[in-house]
């Protein structure tokens, strides 16, 4: 089954910086990997994700990059801001397909204003 | 339309007691699943339902049980419960398995203490 690892686990940053996250992925025929971002007290959504058949997604301020080479794909936000401060989880599918999400643990992600 | 409803949103248990963690989806989706978040351990599988009377184990099934008798409902059930089960409980549905894609739609959680 997939095995999806999450770096680092927390992170700060000056508003207006950017932040970056990666993680990485076991299986290589996974062909899907979003990333959820999941405010105090609220439930996991949606922000971003991205197919295996392109190298680079962009939505305004936040862009993932993938690396199927080296199993890896990266959340990157620019010109962050205090409402950007969340955790936030990438995932891939357990073994491909109709099946689950495996999650990372989490990227805890302080903004300082 | 209200999306993925879980109940109860609190609860408190002591050690033994059994309950029902309620979840309820309003949007046809064929795929349920319902995840524990516990500190630095992320968002864990614990089971899946691909549709009515179909379910599945996922990484942590341990001390529950689920059932999908309808498309909407998929609850989860704590036989004995304890304290290694206090935890957020999130249900979650999409239309077909998040791994071909689709938005994982999740519930607003439901927060466990085992006493």
Redesign the interface.
Known sequence: GENVEQHPSTLSVQEGDSAVIKCTYSDSASNYFPWYKQELGKRPQLIIDIRSNVGEKKDQRIAVTLNKTAKHFSLHITETQPEDSAVYFCAAPATGGNTPLVFGKGTRLSVIA | NAGVTQTPKFQVLKTGQSMTLQCAQDMNHE?M?W?RQDP??????IH?S?GAGITDQ??VPNGYNVSRSTTEDFPLRLLSAAPSQTSVY?CASSP??????N??Y????SWLTVV
């Not at chain 2, 630095?40 to 599988?45: I, S």
């Not at chain 2, 077909?96 to 894609?101: A, D, M, N, P, T």
């Not at chain 2, 999740?106 to 959680?109: A, I, L, M, S, V």
């Open positions: 795929y699943s995840y630095g351990m992320g968002l864990r599988l899946y691909v996922g990484e999130f077909v398995g998040g791994g071909s894609g938005t994982i999740f519930g607003e959680g």
